[in-house]
């Protein structure tokens, strides 16, 4: 079975702190995501990384940086976390290959930035 | 802008009736589609998938169709149960994955 685990169920910080998720996943997977999920907007890729050391930004990059220095963990920084910053995020990983694309999520961290 | 757009946020259904989810997208390049399944607190899980030299996929209850010319694929559950209830999620693969907005099945018994 497919693993993919997050360091944090829940998360309450203070505006201006540093955050740090932590994602891991046991299947060797090459592709490693964050998204968020926001009511009435679904889930919004931040960024994805492809390879160690290797990112990409995704389609709400601002405010957030990556960091992936082995294949299977993949960190998500809140340099200066912000209220509109409060909501559930998700890893997921995949393998490279097309023809098994599927992405495997980890239970979510919800985050509350007051 | 949404690429891909789930238009009914919520959805009632009788139990063993059957549920219609359907998903429209905007780029004629997206070449995979997967649905998703979300239960509260927990992480979206992989339900059934289409490649778009397909029109329709079948695994048990599941069926998804793609009509391309539309841009427009659709989830059948057949016949549906209460275990059922989730938000489904339908998502297109072009140069990233691409997520919908989710739809909210409930399945009344």
């Known amino acids: 079975d497919v693993k993919v685990t997050q360091s944090s169920r829940y998360l309450v910080k203070r505006t201006g702190e540093k955050v740090f998720l932590e994602c891991v996943q046991d299947m060797d997977h090459e592709n490693m995501f964050w998204y968020r999920q926001d009511p009435g907007l679904g889930l919004r890729l931040i960024y994805f990384?492809?390879?160690?050391?290797?990112?990409e930004k995704g389609d709400i990059p601002e405010g957030y940086s990556v960091s992936r220095e082995k294949k299977e963990r993949f960190s998500l920084i809140l340099e200066s976390a912000s209220t509109n910053q409060t909501s559930m995020y998700l890893c997921a990983s995949s393998f490279l290959d097309r023809r098994h694309y599927e992405q495997y999520f980890g239970p979510g961290t919800r985050l509350t930035v007051t | 802008d949404q690429q891909v757009k789930q238009n009914s946020p919520s959805l009632s259904v009788q139990e063993g009736r059957i549920s219609i989810l359907n998903c429209d997208y905007t780029?004629?390049?997206?070449?995979?589609f997967l649905w998703y399944k979300k239960y509260p607190a927990e992480g979206p899980t992989f339900l059934i998938s289409?490649?778009?030299?397909?029109d329709k996929n079948e695994d048990g209850r599941f069926t998804v169709f793609l009509n391309k010319s539309a841009k427009h694929l659709s989830l059948h559950i057949v016949p549906s149960q209460p275990g059922d209830s989730a938000v489904y999620f339908c998502?297109?693969?072009?140069?990233?994955?691409?997520f919908g907005t989710g739809t909210s099945l409930t399945v009344i018994p």
């Open positions: 998502a297109a693969i072009g140069n990233q994955f691409y």
């Open positions: 289409i490649s778009s030299i397909k």
């Open positions: 990384s492809y390879d160690v050391k290797m990112k």
């Open positions: 780029n004629s390049m997206f070449d995979y």
